[in-house]
């Protein structure tokens, strides 16, 4: 089973700041494989990146994905306050599909 | 529009079995794989397994199987997921959630079902 491990737990930023969220692999993941998800409180996730670096409908080009092998990145450039959620990783590449513990996100 | 609504909350005794269901509507019922992942209360994402709607098959993390069925009726564009032998751990909110064409990202999500696992 592969483990994502995602860093920090939690940040604390302002709005207009930036954010720089990490996911790391026990075992290289396939870039198209990789996604990412925004939770907020009583809410079902909503996919933000898929293929570790494509934006998904609707998502603002604030949000930015990158990396490859076993570290991914997550970057919002500029902090809205809508922002301020739970993020997660996901790999599909491999069975069983995990996800990471999350990183909460929240206002500084 | 495409959406996925799940059935209502549900309260279990210890032992029980709870069964989930998730209507699809707005596209092609049989085109698009299904997962279910759970989420424990304040606690992260966790992936249960994933069913083809075309033929029925499935696939499930080794910590449910045995303990989890995951079925559909195509006359009625609704998926299943039933687990049985309920403890309190298994407390949580349910949702199933589609992939996209080609893709294993979950771009629609249902809004999720409460199961409570209570003596």
């Known amino acids: 089973e592969i483990v994502l491990t995602q860093s920090p737990g939690t940040l604390s930023l302002s709005p207009g700041e930036r954010a720089t969220l990490s996911c790391r692999a026990s075992?290289?993941?396939?870039?198209?494989?990789l996604v990412w998800y925004q939770q907020k409180p009583g809410q079902a996730p909503r996919l933000l990146i898929y293929g570790a670096s494509s934006r998904a409908t609707g998502i603002p080009d604030r949000f930015s994905g990158s990396g490859s092998g076993t570290d991914f990145t997550l970057t919002i450039s500029r902090l809205e306050p809508e922002d301020f959620a739970v993020y997660y990783c996901q790999q599909y590449g491999s069975s069983p599909r995990t996800f990471g513990q999350g990183t909460t996100l929240e206002i500084k | 529009q495409v959406q996925l609504v799940q059935s209502g909350a549900e309260v279990k005794k210890p032992g029980a079995s709870v069964k989930v269901s998730c209507k699809a509507s707005g596209y092609t019922f049989t085109s698009y794989y299904i997962n279910w992942v759970r989420q424990a209360p304040g606690q992260g994402l966790e992936w249960m397994g994933i069913i083809n709607p075309r033929d029925g098959n499935t696939d499930s993390t080794q910590k449910f199987q045995g303990r989890v069925s995951m079925t559909r009726d195509t006359s009625t564009s609704t998926l299943y997921m039933e687990l049985s032998i309920l403890r309190s751990e298994d407390t949580a909110v349910y949702y199933c959630?589609?992939?996209?064409?080609?893709?294993?990202?979950?771009?629609?999500w249902g809004q999720g079902t409460l199961v409570t696992v209570s003596s």
């Open positions: 075992q290289s993941v396939s870039s198209d494989y």
């Open positions: 959630a589609r992939e996209g064409l080609g893709s294993g990202s979950l771009s629609i």
